[in-house]
């Protein structure tokens, strides 16, 4: 007995393109022979596909990102 193959699940995102960048999409997929589904998925594929079940760390946005400019005793200065 053959077994069924398990649907996937997808999900809508939409978003609006001025009319001159909607041209622009559609020109350079003509010229890449692809279609914008294929050149957006591709885009994003980086950012979508590692992190399913959770982000790490380095990716989360630190509460206070003035944090960074705090001087430490490590940090040399020209002028100490």
């Known amino acids: 007995m053959a077994r069924r193959k398990k649907r996937k699940k997808y999900k809508t995102l939409s978003f609006k393109l001025s009319a001159r960048q909607m041209k622009s999409l559609?020109?350079?997929c003509k010229?890449?022979?692809?279609?914008?589904?294929k050149l957006i998925k591709k885009s994003i594929r980086g950012?979508?596909?590692?992190?399913?079940?959770?982000v790490p760390e380095k990716y989360h946005v630190s509460h206070n990102q003035?944090?960074?400019?705090?001087?430490?005793?490590e940090t040399m200065s020209m002028f100490d």
């Open 66 to 73: 003035l944090d960074m400019f705090e001087k430490d005793e």
């Open 47 to 54: 950012y979508i596909e590692h992190f399913a079940k959770e």
């Open 26 to 28: 559609d020109n350079y």
């Open 31 to 37: 010229a890449r022979r692809t279609t914008p589904t």
